[in-house]
């Protein structure tokens, strides 16, 4: 299963930010697609396993503080899609009478 090779490559070798693996190179090592890749690092970390990532790639976190970097990151994400649902939401009222 590709979950668990992406686990445990992850924690053999990328233990701490300063190893983390970017996704295209973590793609040629385990064949995974990119969709597929985002799919099994968070179901990992939903079953609170600390996959954690920044802008060089995902890693095996090693302290608290780098959950914690990975948790503000996706905290800002998610204030993101919030923002472009509220605009796609407000778009609506130039389809009047199209419910699709």
Same mark, same amino acid.
């Given at each position: ?5 992406? !686990?445990r490559?992850?924690?053999? =070798?990328?233990?701490?930010?300063? !190893?983390?693996? /970017?996704?295209? %190179?973590?793609?040629?090592i385990?064949?995974? /697609?990119? =969709?597929d890749?985002?799919? &099994?690092?968070?179901?990992?970390? %939903?079953? @609170? ?11 095996? &976190? ?10 503000? =990151?996706?905290? !800002?994400?998610? /204030?993101?899609?919030? &923002? &472009?649902?509220? @605009? ?11 419910r699709?």
């Amino acid at each position: 299963m590709k979950k668990d090779d992406l !686990k445990r490559y992850l924690t053999r =070798n990328c233990q701490g930010r300063t !190893k983390a693996v /970017s996704s295209s %190179r973590l793609r040629r090592i385990i064949p995974i /697609s990119e =969709n597929d890749l985002r799919k &099994a690092v968070n179901r990992m970390r %939903r079953e @609170g396993i600390p996959i954690a990532s920044d802008q060089t790639g995902y890693y095996y &976190a090693q302290t608290a503080g780098e959950v914690y970097s990975t948790i503000r =990151n996706l905290k !800002k994400m998610r /204030s993101g899609l919030d &923002a &472009a649902i509220t @605009g796609l939401e407000q778009s609506l009222h130039s389809f009047a009478g199209d419910r699709g």
